[in-house]
């Protein structure tokens, strides 16, 4: 079991929204940023958001993410197939299960 | 643009020593504002952050592996190492090597923060049970 709490698998059409959510404790997102990864089937991990709400030049402004207290939010607008992953949050050396987004 | 690239065996023993070197491509690695991180990832499971060295040769491991745990830097070959003794089968998993954030003052860097970026593309250690 991970020390950060995701919902195994979330799912939406194309075009929809989605929420992902991450939590976890006052040692971990209380008191430190978190960041967000896309993982696309057989390949490493890609750094979504940073710094609980920045995103890395070249990620599209339909990724976003938030913080509040112990938790965090990713949130994917406008839908694509492409979007199909699992997605990870992390912060301070800890990672989240994963969470697998199918796009129906 | 920065690369990094995992190098070593597939393959490891049961009781034997795991040692995978990650080179660093496309900027030195002795740069004031990262560490360098290992993560794994078993097969069909979730990551796990291993260790972070920084250049200076400071070091932070994850407690559920640090007593057999070495990491080291290379820093006139922009290398950095992994040694991971007494390895079980619960060890097999793809390992990623990946810049890792430092958390900095206006005169220094006192530890590793809360993000990995970029990765490595992984190498696949097994090890049979």
């Known amino acids: 079991q991970s020390v950060l709490t995701q919902p195994p698998s979330v799912s939406a059409a194309p075009g929809q929204k989605v929420t992902i959510s991450c939590s976890g404790s006052?040692?971990?997102?209380?008191?430190?940023?978190v960041a967000w990864y896309q993982q696309l089937p057989g390949t490493a991990p890609k750094l979504l958001i940073y710094?609980?709400?920045q995103r890395p030049s070249g990620i599209p402004d339909r990724f976003s993410g938030s913080k509040s207290g112990t938790s965090a939010t990713l949130v994917i607008t406008g839908l694509q197939t492409g979007d199909e992953a699992d997605y990870y949050c992390?912060?301070?050396?800890?990672f989240g299960g994963g969470t697998r987004l199918t796009v129906l | 643009q920065l690369q990094l690239q995992e190098s070593g065996p597939g393959l490891v023993k049961p009781s034997e020593t795991l040692s995978l070197t990650c080179t660093v491509s496309?900027?030195?690695?002795?740069?004031?504002?990262?560490?360098w991180g290992w993560i794994r990832q078993p097969p069909g499971k979730g990551l796990e952050w291993i260790g972070s060295i920084y250049y200076r040769g400071s070091t932070s491991y994850n407690p559920s592996l640090a007593s057999r745990l070495t990491m080291s830097v290379d820093t006139s070959n922009d290398q950095f190492s992994l040694r991971l003794t007494s390895v079980t089968a619960a060890d097999t998993a793809v390992y990623y090597c990946?810049?890792?954030?430092?958390?900095?003052?206006?005169?220094?860097?006192?530890?590793?923060?809360?993000?990995?970026?970029?990765w490595g593309q992984g190498l696949l250690v097994i090890v049979p049970s």
């Open positions: 990946a810049r890792h954030e430092a958390l900095c003052t206006s005169s220094d860097c006192y530890g590793p923060g809360n993000w990995f970026d970029p």
């Open positions: 496309g900027g030195p690695i002795n740069r004031r504002s990262y560490y």
């Open positions: 992390g912060t301070a050396g800890v």
């Open positions: 710094d609980s709400d």
């Open positions: 006052t040692s971990n997102i209380g008191t430190n940023h």
